[in-house]
């Protein structure tokens, strides 16, 4: 209770020291008197130029500074290109709302008397479609990574596993001087390049290269950071590397090495570990193989229920990756990016099943014990070649190509019983299978602009081409009971090769009727995918002791194409606040398959109309909202209209549909964002839902021995929606201490539609619960960051066999840090997960504790870490999964608890015009 009232005190007295000021004014043009239109307006402090607050000014050149700031003087800075900077100290001793009047802004030119005339670099400049942020004017511990450069930038948030939102909105495309960075993890730049070494950030719309070349409006919903690296620091060698040992036989390892020579970018990373770590980051304390710390408790202990999982898992996994990166510009007109990765893993997992079957006249009960173990190898290499002919035409270039091959070894002992315990069928099962895959894609964009009025012809080409071969060994007893039991004995072998080839064509043409507001843009696609589905099934021949009886009724050799054109034309219209656009298509779809074994051939067409309706409207840099509707046509798959009977599974035989009909699926969507980055407080909310007609469905019946045959048939009435509300805001106590909360509510409702033994019914789901967290945070001393959320799900049936169910799950979490003295930094993440409706005998809550103590050495460059994992041994595997037609318990396989120490080392020798300060890897 104690350390209660302390923290509560702590908070109080925090809050109470800051002052909030309001200090406004209206910016004009010197000499002409003009309202001078988003000028970037901040305070600072003025002993160290940190930055207080900014905000820009509006159409009337009018703006209005709000903070929070203890201090009796505070420093006002104007700054807009072609202007001299304006400075003006304003005292808060007196009254905290200040009105500067009229400022009127001289234009300056670049050069004076022959002198040079530097600007002032705001800390936020905001152009057209560009929020720029100058690094020097934040600031950060001395090592910082660029990860935590962005959590002290207005607007941005980073989240633990390193997801960035900018004034609410995703970010999903991280680039370092204009161009990718190993890939689509931005966690390899975010976490492992450093402050010191850029000179700004910049946010922009996510835009294609074809959509930034024509000037097209990006995704507004989206955000991309562009890190620039300074000029001067552009030219050096620097990485870390680290490595860890513990108890259990634990192990990680890492390192990155980066060479940088201006246009020239190569870099080589590695890593390993047997601590489930999905990828490859790192970073002191909790970013330092950021994976491996990372458990979130509502991952280990309770609920799976209407789309939402709250447990899983995937047993133990010793991991390996490699890769390498290479960007350069190969002249002015020419960008090449290339990068290669291999991973590789080893994983087992043991799992224990145990599921409650609802029929409409009674239930019965199915239990499993499985065991997986598997060995995976990969290799991957990506390539962007981006070229402008003239400054009219780019060609864009995007090959990939990746091979894996890999072994897994599954076993499984199941038994079915009635509700009254009699046992009705029964079966183990043991399979390894071995197989290599290979895929290459391409995607070719030719873009010509003409004219001078935002109009240009497009043409695309994207072709994918897949190889999977396999080899497996099935050893099987299935044995069924009842009045006509049956026992199936299979001992068999399968060649596997299964190819497709897939090409899409797509030619656009925009049309302006008013110069670059209004066009019309008629666009052209086609595709055509073919593929060969070979499976050769052999039994065991007791008299050769091979594998040579061909077993017809299980070996399949199907070839399914689906080709589709699909002509539209589209209309847009924007300006600099709204961009709105509709378009209507007609899909003209054939299907075909054809199985050389057994006489099935069908040919089935599908002709529909598709259309799309969007717009988006910016209030203000602050507000905005976006809405849209999509009609859109779903022809079955060819699976699920072969009349084909799938016996491979003789407790489940599935079989196609041919009269099967296409589905048409109806969704809207719709947004809303308000942030004010200069309180760096705002809400955002979206809407999406859909409601589908002649949804495809399957359709099962079980026999008297639970046997189920499968197949599929259309239906109406079902739909979903899904809804989310957020509120954000920061509290600046002064310059050295941030409080932020956030609060959020979503809610998911859905309705499907199912048959149980032919029996039509529908199941309406519905989930919902808030979310808040806080955030305090004391300069570089501590961080303190507790957060809870709760989820109630709520499952009702048209039908008086099923019993409504309603689930609940609890989360609390509480992260901190704590570094005193200086070298010595103490991390802590606890989660507490409740579970009341697991089924008995599961662990319905759990404390997960993860904990490590790092000490800085070697001028910081150094760090050795002491890592403690489930530090309480309660993690959990344990699951409870509801569907329409089943209730489910799961345990599998879990990482346990272990001590590690770690040791990481980071080298640097980027200095101004690629000159080394010192002879050693280790200076700052």
């Not at 507000?623 to 699976?639: C, D, H, Q, W």
């Not at 806080?774 to 989820?791: A, G, H, K, N, Q």
Request: proline share 3%.
């Amino acid at each position: 209770m104690k350390n209660v009232l302390l923290t509560g005190f702590l908070f109080l007295t925090t809050i109470l020291t800051a002052q909030e000021f309001t200090i406004k004014g209206t910016l004009t043009d010197a000499e002409s008197g003009i309202p001078l239109e988003s000028a970037t307006v901040f305070a600072e402090r003025p002993q160290d130029s940190t930055l207080v607050t900014y905000t820009i000014s509006d159409q009337n050149g009018v703006f209005e500074l709000i903070g929070d700031y203890s201090k009796k003087e505070i420093n006002v800075n104007v700054s807009y290109i072609g202007y001299k900077d304006y400075l003006q100290k304003v005292n808060l001793e007196e009254k905290l709302n200040v009105d500067l009047g009229i400022i009127p802004l001289e234009e300056v030119s670049e050069r004076l008397d022959g002198i040079v005339v530097k600007a002032y670099r705001a800390p936020v400049t905001i152009k057209k479609d560009t929020l720029e942020f100058n690094v020097a004017s934040f600031k950060t511990k001395k090592d910082a990574t660029i990860e935590e450069l962005l959590k002290e930038l207005p607007g941005v948030e980073v989240d633990a596993e390193g997801k960035i939102k900018v004034n609410g909105k995703e970010v999903n495309k991280i680039l370092v001087n204009g161009k990718p960075f190993f890939g689509d993890d931005p966690t390899i730049a975010t976490r492992n390049l450093t402050k010191e070494i850029v000179e700004k950030i910049q946010v922009v719309d996510t835009k294609t290269d074809a959509e930034a070349f024509t000037g097209e409006a990006g995704d507004s919903e989206n955000k991309t950071i562009n890190i620039t690296i300074d000029e001067e620091k552009n030219k050096g060698i620097f990485g870390r590397v680290a490595a860890g040992g513990g108890t259990d036989e634990r192990f990680e390892y890492a390192g990155l090495v980066n060479y940088f020579d201006n246009d020239v970018r190569i870099s080589v990373l590695g890593g390993g570990n047997n601590t489930n770590s999905p990828g490859f980051s790192f970073g002191e304390l909790n970013k330092m193989f950021g994976g491996a710390r990372y458990i979130n408790i509502s991952d280990n202990g309770a609920l799976n229920y209407g789309g939402r999982q709250f447990g899983g898992g995937q047993g133990i996994t010793n991991s390996r990756v490699g890769g390498a990166n290479y960007a350069d510009d190969w002249g002015k007109e020419t960008e090449i990016t290339a990068d290669y990765f291999y991973a590789a893993s080893n994983s087992y997992n043991d799992v224990i099943r145990n599921r409650e079957n609802i029929l409409p006249e009674n239930r019965f009960f199915s239990n499993s014990v499985s065991g997986t173990t598997s060995n995976t190898d990969s290799h991957s290499v990506n390539a962007n070649l981006k070229t402008e002919i003239d400054s009219t035409f780019q060609i864009s270039f995007r090959p990939k190509f990746s091979y894996s091959e890999g072994k897994n070894n599954y076993n499984n002992d199941e038994a079915t019983t009635t509700i009254d315990g009699e046992l009705t069928n029964q079966s183990t099962q043991n399979q390894i299978t071995t197989n290599q895959n290979r895929v290459f894609e391409n995607n070719l964009e030719l873009t010509k602009r003409y004219g001078a009025k935002g109009a240009y012809v497009r043409l695309s080409v994207r072709n994918e081409m897949n190889d999977d071969v396999s080899d497996e060994f099935n050893l099987s007893t299935t044995e069924i009971f009842g009045d006509t039991p049956e026992t199936i004995n299979r001992n068999q072998r399968t060649d596997g090769n299964q190819e497709s080839n897939q090409y899409t064509v797509t030619a656009k043409w925009r049309i302006p009727l008013i110069e670059d507001k209004l066009f019309i843009e008629p666009e052209y696609r086609y595709r055509t995918s073919t593929r060969n589905d070979e499976q050769s099934v052999f039994d065991f021949d007791e008299t050769s002791q091979q594998y040579t009886s061909f077993n017809l009724d299980q070996s399949t050799d199907f070839e399914n194409v689906d080709n589709s054109s699909r002509p539209e034309l589209g209309v847009t219209y924007r300006n600099k606040k709204s961009n709105i656009s509709a378009s209507a298509g007609y899909v003209i779809r054939t299907l075909k398959s054809d199985d050389a074994l057994r006489d099935i051939q069908f040919e089935n067409d599908f002709n529909a109309i598709e259309l799309g309706i969007r717009a988006r409207h910016r209030f203000s840099d602050k507000m905005s909202m976006y809405t849209g509707y999509n009609l859109r046509n779903n022809a079955p798959s060819v699976g699920q209209l072969s009349p084909y009977v799938n016996v491979s599974n003789p407790l489940n035989i599935r079989t196609g549909n041919p009269d099967l009909k296409p589905s048409n699926s109806h969704t809207i969507y719709g947004g809303f964002n308000n942030y004010d980055f200069q309180t760096r407080t705002g809400i955002y909310s979206h809407i999406n839902g859909g409601w589908y007609n002649d949804q495809v469905v399957s359709k099962t019946t079980t026999d008297e021995n639970f046997v189920r045959t499968t197949t599929y048939t259309n239906v109406d009435g079902e739909y979903n929606l899904y809804a989310n509300v957020g509120y954000n805001a920061q509290k600046k106590v002064d310059s050295i201490r941030t409080i932020n909360y956030n609060l959020g509510m979503n809610i998911n409702a859905d309705r499907s539609v199912n048959f149980n033994n032919d029996i039509q019914y529908a199941s309406r789901t519905i989930s919902y619960g808030p979310e808040i967290g806080v955030r305090y945070t004391w300069d570089d001393l501590f961080e303190i960051r507790p957060s809870y959320s709760f989820t109630y799900s709520k499952n009702t049936f048209n039908l008086p066999l099923f019993e409504e169910q309603n689930y609940r799950n609890h989360n609390v979490r509480l992260r901190t840090s704590l570094t005193l003295p200086k070298p010595l930094e103490w991390s802590n993440d606890i989660a507490y997960n409740y579970n009341p409706d697991v089924a008995e005998g599961f662990q319905q809550s759990s404390v997960f504790w993860n904990s490590s103590l790092a000490y800085s050495i070697m001028k910081d460059t150094a760090v050795i870490t002491l890592k403690a994992y489930d530090l309480l041994g309660q993690n959990t595997n344990a699951a409870r999964t509801s569907t329409q037609d089943y209730i489910q318990d799961l345990q599998s396989t879990v990482l346990e608890r272990y001590f590690m120490l770690s040791f990481s080392y980071k080298f640097n020798t980027l200095g101004k015009k690629g000159e080394t300060g010192d002879d050693n890897f280790w200076f700052d």
